[in-house]
């Protein structure tokens, strides 16, 4: 096993021994808690871009009262513009994330023959195929793979990123699909730790390895941790 291999099982060892993470923190584990359907998931996922995941959790749900509790591909395109931004509104950037909506929309009424099969294609399909609707990046088709179809991916936000840079699990000017696919191979694409380990490293990045003040003095990873052997050593 190479040293990085030993880091990453060790990370995550030491951070299931001190998060428990809650279910209204995350969009994915809440949307997953409900049993929503593909369509709705993808919804809430596109929500959360570039916001928090209470506020894209507020947005989902005053979007599907907005439609009556029916969020679905029809209910979406069958109403205007303004009352979708105006229930969205919460989550920032309404009039992009509409668009991004509207198009995802779109794909799913165009698209249903194919949607059923998404299970059985493999992650690097489907990522294909969505990565071609607007507003759908690497990593709400990860999360989507991942959480939702339980299928290898590794998604990376800003928090799992910076921790990763920090620790030197990978080089500072790495790809999104370079981080991606180390962590899948360190974790031979075993879904329930690649579930794990992005959830706690969000955690992580959110309670102590935080963007501006890192709290390395209290963290539990500073001896495997490059950027906090600096801080130690000062
Ligand atoms: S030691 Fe500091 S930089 Fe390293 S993971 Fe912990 S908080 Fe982040």
Same mark, same amino acid.
């Given at each position: ?7 990453? =099982? !060790?990370? @995550?060892?030491? %951070?299931? $021994?001190?998060?428990?993470? +809650? *279910?209204?923190?995350? &969009? ?86 194919? =949607? !059923?099969? @998404?299970?059985? %294609?493999? $992650?690097?399909?489907?990522? +294909? *195929?969505?990565?071609? &609707? ?89 001896? @495997? ?10």
């Amino acid at each position: 096993m190479s040293s990085n291999e030993n880091i990453v =099982i !060790e990370v @995550l060892k030491r %951070l299931e $021994s001190v998060y428990r993470p +809650k *279910l209204e923190d995350y &969009v994915a584990l809440n949307l997953l808690k409900l049993n929503v359907s593909d369509f709705e998931f993808l919804v809430g996922v596109v929500l959360s871009q570039n916001t928090s995941d209470r506020n894209a959790l507020r947005a989902f749900n005053a979007l599907k009262k907005e439609l009556g509790n029916s969020l679905s591909p029809e209910s979406i395109l069958n109403t205007p513009l303004e009352k979708l931004e105006n229930a969205i509104k919460c989550s920032g950037l309404a009039r992009r994330r509409v668009r991004a909506l509207i198009a995802l929309a779109k794909w799913f009424k165009e698209n249903s023959e194919l =949607i !059923e099969r @998404l299970r059985v %294609l493999k $992650s690097e399909e489907i990522r +294909k *195929l969505l990565m071609e &609707v607007y507003g759908i990046g690497p990593k709400t088709v990860d999360v989507y793979i991942l959480m939702k179809l339980g299928k290898p991916a590794f998604p990376i936000d800003t928090h799992i990123r910076r921790v990763l840079l920090r620790l030197g699990v990978v080089p500072k000017s790495s790809s999104y699909n370079y981080i991606s696919t180390t962590i899948m191979s360190i974790l031979n694409n075993d879904v329930t730790l690649l579930k794990e380990l992005h959830v706690l490293l969000i955690e992580h990045g959110r309670r102590v390895c935080k963007a501006r003040k890192p709290l390395c003095k209290q963290c539990v990873l500073i001896d @495997l941790c490059q950027y906090g052997a600096k801080i130690n050593s000062q």
